[in-house]
């Protein structure tokens, strides 16, 4: 399978743990975006890799968020002390050449 | 502040019959529109995208349009499968290529 892998696709947690999400771009793609996804809501935007170099993170992204991509490859998408309002679905896209993404299955977390 | 408008939350069209799903965007610097379908617990699929060169793209059963000046895209599916039963999200992409996604539209083909 030569999509986008994201892991894990359920994480259930309590509130105030640290989860860490991962996501497998397409081979070949150098661009790599997270999204998040709630309830009855589009995804929405968090932030985006070129290669290694994080180039944008949505106002979204508080401090308890960090995302990095060391080597241009796969990426960790990272959750200090869960809240319960961090429950929604994460997405991984990835893209050459842009703009058309192509999204992953997703991570669902929920925070008890 | 939502840039992309879907106002239709749901659609139910007869199997055979045409579906057409809907989309408002804001944003005049929007310069790439795509429509994604999404089956529950799965990440969106791309489906079809057009450039804002141009009015219409088509792909087998999918069709896009795009009037600009009304700032108004649409999606045709035509003739409508059960298989088509699903979330489908109209999305819209800046130079900076980050995806703005509408709500969302969940079209139930009746059999």
């Known amino acids: 399978d030569t999509g986008v892998s994201q892991d894990p696709r359920h994480k259930i947690t309590k509130r105030g743990q640290n989860v860490t999400f991962r996501c497998d771009p397409i081979?070949?793609?150098?661009?790599l975006y997270w999204y998040r996804q709630t309830l009855g809501q589009g995804p929405e935007f968090l932030t985006y890799?070129?290669?290694?170099?994080?180039?944008?993170k949505s106002r979204l992204l508080s401090d308890r968020f960090s995302a990095e991509r060391p080597k241009g490859s796969f990426s960790t998408l990272e959750i200090q002390r869960t809240e319960q309002g961090d429950s929604a679905m994460y997405l991984c896209?990835?893209?050459?050449?842009?703009?058309?993404?192509?999204f992953g299955p997703g991570t669902r977390l929920t925070v008890l | 502040d939502q840039q992309v408008k879907q106002n239709s939350p749901s659609l139910s069209v007869q199997e055979g019959r045409i579906s057409i799903l809907n989309c408002d965007y804001t944003?005049?610097?929007?310069?790439?529109f795509l429509w994604y379908k999404k089956y529950p617990a799965e990440g969106p699929t791309f489906l079809i995208s057009?450039?804002?060169?141009?009015d219409k793209n088509e792909d087998g059963r999918f069709t896009v349009f795009l009037n600009k000046s009304a700032k108004h895209l649409s999606l045709h599916i035509v003739p409508s499968q059960p298989g088509d039963s699903a979330v489908y999200f109209c999305?819209?992409?800046?130079?900076?290529?980050?995806?703005?996604f509408g709500k969302g539209t969940r079209l139930h083909i009746l059999p």
């Open positions: 896209a990835s893209t050459s050449p842009a703009p058309t993404q192509y």
């Open positions: 999305a819209a992409s800046d130079r900076d290529d980050k995806i703005i």
């Open positions: 890799f070129q290669n290694e170099a994080q180039l944008e």
């Open positions: 081979s070949e793609h150098n661009r």
């Open positions: 057009i450039s804002s060169i141009k």
């Open positions: 944003n005049s610097m929007f310069d790439y």
